[in-house]
Every structure is written in structure tokens, then in C-alpha cells.
């Protein structure tokens, strides 16, 4: 049976969301125009107004709404110590357990020549920038426990020996291949606490 044009747009759009396949997208259509015409009318002024007002932070790439994020204005945390990360949901993960108080810097990725991820491709240069200017003296290589977030962490230990700073890699107990913004509070600070240096 062939559905209306508009409908199979909107299921296809849905169906591009991660972790979103066909069946649960034509669910959450069905749902959307279930709903009173108000609810479509807020979700779709919701996604155009996160799309068109959340920027990144020009220090750490985290997302912000005014200039820089609430954890780069936040005078409190410890400015020697960078927690390098993959994405804003790893920053989110390792907020969430409060054992963290120094400064992020969101990669939005990790290095993968077979997808062709470059260093070009990452936040990498900023973080050059940070370490020069800033007093750091410790940086955290958060990335994941595969093969590219283990490459990415060993490029920035390089990129890290011309300032003397230490760089450190989370501990075990993230299994290989796992994903931080999945991981449990505990796992996570754990992992925090031992971390090593590189």
C-alpha cells in the first residue's frame, strides 16, 4: 500500500536518525500526526530553533547559545587541566558523574584514515592554541578505547611534547569498542580517577 508523498518524507527524514530504522520512524510519523497540530507546530519551531541558535564555543566546541559555554565562563574549574573528548555527548557523560573539574575540548571525531578523518578534519588546531596560551599542564585524552580514539590519543601526545605538557589516557574499565556517552557514572569516574599518563 502506498502511503501519501507528504507522510514518506516525513518517515524518511525520521528514518536518518541515528539508531532510527524504518519501522520506529513510520511509529513516531504516526505519533506526530496523532497529536494535536499545535504539538507538530512546537516540534518543528523546537528543531529549527536548536539548528539556528546553538553555535559552538570558540574555545572548547561545546554547544552554547551566547559566545562562550557555560563550562568555559565557569571561573571555578581548574584551568591546567584539558579533558580531550570526541564528541559533546562524551562531554555530557563525564559531566554527569561531577568528578571532573577542569576544562573540555570537544574533537568532533577521531582520526580514521580509512574514512578519511584527518587531523584537518578534527578541532585539533584550537587545541594547539589552548596549550601555548593557557596554563595547562595536563591533558586527558578522553577518546574512545578503539583503534581511532587509541590513534588519537597517541597524535595528541605528539602535538602535546613541544609545551611539556603531560597527557594522560582514561583508564581501563570502558571496554573496547564502548562508546563514553553509554558508559554508567561509576565506570566513568573510575576511569577518570585512573587515568594514566601516555
Given at each position: ?84 573528548i570526541e564528541g559533546i ?72 611534547q613541544p ?36
Amino acid at each position: 500500500m502506498r502511503i501519501p508523498a507528504s507522510l514518506e518524507r516525513l518517515v524518511a527524514a525520521l528514518a536518518r536518525l541515528p539508531g532510527i530504522g524504518e519501522k520506529t520512524a513510520t511509529r513516531l510519523a504516526f505519533y506526530i500526526l496523532r497529536e494535536p497540530e499545535e504539538y507538530a507546530a512546537t516540534l518543528s519551531e523546537s528543531v529549527m530553533g536548536a539548528r539556528m541558535g546553538i553555535a559552538l564555543c570558540p574555545q572548547c566546541h561545546h554547544i552554547t547559545e551566547e559566545g562562550l559555554c557555560n563550562i568555559c565562563r565557569d571561573t571555578t574549574r581548574d584551568d591546567s587541566i584539558i579533558c580531550v573528548i570526541e564528541g559533546i555527548p562524551d562531554l555530557m557523560a563525564l559531566e554527569a558523574t561531577g568528578h571532573f573539574r577542569g576544562r573540555f575540548h570537544v574533537l568532533h571525531g577521531s582520526l580514521s584514515p580509512l574514512k578519511g578523518v584527518g587531523p584537518e578534519d578534527l578541532m585539533l588546531e584550537s587545541l594547539v592554541v589552548r596549550m601555548g596560551t593557557a596554563p595547562v599542564q595536563e591533558i586527558i585524552a578522553a577518546t574512545s578505547v578503539g583503534v581511532e580514539g587509541e590513534a588519537t590519543a597517541l597524535y595528541i601526545k605528539r602535538l602535546a611534547q613541544p609545551f611539556d605538557v603531560k597527557v594522560t589516557r582514561i583508564a581501563q574499565g570502558i571496554p573496547m569498542g564502548g562508546d563514553l556517552e553509554y558508559m554508567d557514572q561509576v565506570t566513568l569516574a573510575r576511569a577518570l580517577e585512573g587515568r594514566r599518563e601516555l
